[in-house]
């Protein structure tokens, strides 16, 4: 079984981490039920549908129509990088509906893999706000197809303590490379975002990304970064429970860790770095031998309701792609989790990742895994 | 199912000077032991060349490929392996993994060295119950483990709240968790069990009459050890080593898990490889380089050990 099948199950767990770390017994008790926890998520039958997607994806509160029309959860499988989930698919993996997101859906359509969306067959497909759809490289599927289905998105930023860390001036991405608390700053271990992040700190335009230069920079800025780094992780639970101990001050976070710690009142902020934040979109794709075609129909459109937008929105603090997800919260506590109903005035505040070139993909990941390495 | 065939082909074959083909096999099953032999493994062979030898082969073959683009060009060249002795990363990653595989395993060695020997020499009703309780950590999964040390050794983990609460430190311990420090850890505790099971057969067959002759010759307890124990025990002591260090030089999953950036070893590269750097004949071409580097160092320590036994004994 894959080691992420199982962060993500120890995720499931989720209220009791904090009280999991305070003792022994506590520990024994969540280390016998993970098994079990893991097992209900695993063991749906053969014929549900199979979704692959990031970890903190596979629970059941976003599954609730799915659940009510087929009786049963969806079959899960977890990574924690979308490349991994390609090399992983393009070796040979055959699931229903996998989950990247814009950066990297030009190479998921390039790889043959997937198949065009039927729209028609959402129910929730008139509710999805269209600005969202409109990714370059979408519309090719013809016949008002469309390769992916937006469903969430958000933010690449910072969350930080703020007791622990001692602001100095505005929120900026300087934070993760302040030395003042070397060893004690996380970061996501995926190139997906520390790479871009990297960037926006060394000051590259997006634009420029695919250049020598550019490379040179964001190279030595996360060479710089890396000996502050305490670890490197895909899994955001080690990131949230470092950041609810206090062993981390901030972390390279999306949108989630911080609604979810502040949920349990650990006194969190998910910084507005005045440089920008990193932000982007990520939806669903059908994989082309989808052995449950009719099922991964339903598991998008359970991901495209309402009930699961009002969780992702409030719950986790993604953005969604289903207008009408919004109508249940004022403009307060939108504003407040960072979010809008008009998704381009987030997005478009930030930096919005775009699609890059298999080349530049590789050359990005195998630069970034040997700075990580420590070369 | 040899064997019975076997009775029947002799009682046949004395009656009838016609033999049928089952039969001529069966006979020739009785003469050939090496034929007997081949059949018994042949299960096992079977397995091993469809899960072991042809995957290797293809191993070799990928390695000796090269990456181009997303897909890979299948002209068979040396270049990876080449690549792999030239930057500095591939030869510092196998280092580190040699030198903390190898702290793990002298470390589990040591540790279960006594437990072995207690249960082989001090235990004598229920010898079984005791190895079964010893194995006991070990029925749970391998991951699990590893999460229990994280656990353990958190920021706010068992031994940085125990020794708080005591008064022992101001603040955690940092150097607990994410480093090579928690990788040796981890490892010497997850691979426990190899090392018990190997050890405890080596002590368990010595002689004891060999060890009240040493004594009354006039050797004390300690010389004893090191002249009787120990040798006769090195074939045991070299089984738990092997068993050890070869599968924990090539681990990814506890660097991943507790090791953090300065612990990462050659088997996360060669996952990343194979992962998000997408390369695969690099992958291929540093498992094969750290297998040959296992073979080389395993010779090694088998000559030394060879040799200092001589001396000994």
Redesign the interface.
């Given at each position: 079984m894959d080691?992420l099948d199982?962060l993500g199950s120890?995720r499931e767990g989720k209220l009791s981490r904090r009280r999991?770390?305070?003792?022994?017994l506590a520990?024994g008790v969540a280390?016998t039920t993970?098994?079990l926890a893991s097992k209900r998520a695993m063991a749906a039958p053969e014929d549900q549908a199979t979704y692959f997607t990031w970890g903190g994806y596979d629970i059941p509160e976003l599954f609730q129509p799915y659940e009510a029309k087929n009786g049963e959860m969806p079959n899960f499988a977890v990574f924690g990088?979308s490349?991994?989930a390609l090399?992983?698919m393009?070796g040979g993996f055959v699931v229903d509906v996998s989950h990247p997101c814009n950066a990297g859906m030009n190479r998921w359509i390039q790889?043959g893999l997937f198949q065009p969306i039927d729209t028609s067959r959402l129910s929730n497909w008139s509710d999805v706000i269209p600005s969202l759809v409109d990714l370059p490289g979408n519309e090719t599927a013809g016949d008002g197809k469309v390769w992916l289905s937006p469903f969430d998105w958000g933010q690449t930023s910072i969350t930080y303590r703020t007791d622990l860390f001692e602001l100095e001036g505005e929120e900026s991405w300087d934070m993760l490379w302040d030395a003042r608390y070397g060893?004690r700053l996380g970061s996501l271990a995926?190139?997906g975002d520390a790479w871009w992040c990297g960037a926006i700190k060394a000051g590259v335009d997006f634009d420029n990304l695919d250049t020598d230069e550019a490379f040179e920079k964001i190279s030595a800025v996360m060479r710089e970064q890396?000996p502050l780094?305490?670890?490197?992780t895909d899994d955001t639970t080690t990131l949230e429970?470092?950041l609810a101990?206090?062993?981390m001050v901030a972390a390279m976070t999306w949108n989630s860790s911080a609604t979810l710690l502040k949920a349990e009142e650990v006194p969190v902020e998910f910084a507005k770095p005045k440089e920008g934040a990193l932000t982007w979109v990520c939806g669903l794709m059908i994989h082309k031998d989808a052995p449950n075609l009719d099922r991964a129909y339903d598991v998008i459109d359970s991901l495209l309701s309402t009930e699961t937008g009002q969780f992702m929105i409030n719950d986790y603090g993604y953005g969604h792609s289903n207008i009408k997800s919004f109508d249940a919260f004022d403009e307060a506590t939108l504003t407040g989790l960072g979010l809008s109903k008009n998704p381009a005035d987030v997005l478009e505040a930030g930096h919005f990742q775009r699609p890059m070139t298999?080349?530049w993909e590789?050359r990005m990941?195998?630069t970034f895994?040997?700075i990580?390495?420590?070369? | 199912m040899a064997e019975t065939s076997l009775s029947q082909s002799q009682a046949q074959a004395g009656q009838a000077p016609e033999r049928s083909l089952r039969d001529r096999i069966a006979g020739k099953l009785y003469r050939s032991e090496a034929l007997r032999g081949y059949l018994l493994m042949s299960p096992t062979m079977i397995i091993l060349t469809i899960g072991i030898i042809i995957p290797f082969f293809i191993l070799v073959m990928i390695s000796m490929w090269t990456r181009d683009g997303f897909g890979f060009d299948t002209t068979l060249t040396l270049a990876n392996y080449f690549e792999a002795a030239e930057k500095p990363i591939y030869g510092a990653l196998m280092q580190r993994s040699f030198w903390i595989s190898g702290l793990a395993t002298f470390f589990t060695v040591l540790l279960c060295y006594p437990m072995a020997y207690y249960v082989a020499f001090h235990v004598h009703k229920n010898k079984m119950m005791w190895i079964i309780l010893m194995t006991l950590p070990f029925w749970t999964s391998y991951l699990l483990r590893v999460f229990a040390w994280k656990v353990i050794l958190g920021f706010e983990g068992v031994i940085n709240s125990g020794f708080m609460s005591l008064g022992w430190i101001e603040a955690p311990m940092e150097f607990l968790l994410y480093s090579q420090t928690a990788v040796v850890i981890t490892l010497a505790h997850a691979w426990a069990a190899f090392a018990i099971l190997p050890l405890y057969v080596s002590l368990e067959k010595i002689d004891k009459s060999l060890l009240e002759a040493a004594t009354d010759l006039g050797d004390g307890p300690v010389a004893r050890f090191f002249r009787i124990t120990l040798p006769l025990s090195m074939p045991g002591v070299i089984a738990a080593s092997f068993l050890i260090f070869i599968p924990t030089t090539g681990d990814y999953i506890t660097p991943a898990l507790v090791g953090g950036p300065d612990a990462m070893m050659i088997g996360n590269l060669v996952q990343l490889q194979f992962g998000p750097m997408n390369n695969w004949p690099m992958g291929g071409a540093l498992s094969i380089a750290l297998m040959l580097w296992i073979c080389a160092i395993a010779l090694v320590f088998l000559f030394l050990t060879r040799k200092a036994q001589e001396k000994l004994t």
């Open positions: 080691i199982q120890v999991f770390t305070k003792g022994l520990a280390v993970t098994p990088a490349e991994e090399t992983k393009r790889s060893g995926s190139g890396r780094i305490r670890t490197y429970q470092a101990s206090g062993e298999q080349e590789t990941n195998e895994e040997t990580k390495a420590g070369f | -």
